[in-house]
């Protein structure tokens, strides 16, 4: 059973920083892609930057710039830097792995770690 446990969350002033965590445990094989969700208050989930593990990187417009995502494909973890936080980043930041198995798509999904930006 693939699980995956986010760290890093917090309260933080807008104009601050932030580094989440997340690590897979109770696999063996690398995770294709990881990545990191963003759900705000009443919001649905929404991607805000993933990386495959040939390194290649994909981010959501509002964060470019702000936010790094970083993996240690050794450790099966995913890091998401998050600097310049504006009160709009608040919410739940979910990490989500993928896994391709031929023609199957597995999708592992963490608890979630709270990210609240006090203006």
């Known amino acids: 059973q693939v699980q995956l446990v986010e760290s890093g969350g917090g309260l933080v002033q807008a104009g601050g920083s932030l580094r989440l965590s997340c690590a897979a445990s109770g696999t063996a094989f690398r995770l294709d892609v990881m990545g990191w969700f963003h759900q705000a208050p009443g919001k649905q989930r929404e991607l805000v930057a993933d990386m495959a593990y040939t390194g290649s990187t994909n981010y959501a417009g509002s964060v470019e710039g702000r936010f790094t995502i970083s993996r240690d494909n050794a450790k099966n973890t995913a890091y998401l830097q998050m600097s310049s936080l504006k009160p709009e980043d608040t919410g739940v930041y979910y990490c989500?792995?993928?896994?391709?198995?031929?023609?199957?798509?597995?999708?592992?999904w963490g608890q979630g770690t709270q990210v609240t930006v006090s203006s």
């Open positions: 989500r792995g993928v896994k391709m198995e031929g023609a199957s798509i597995n999708n592992y």
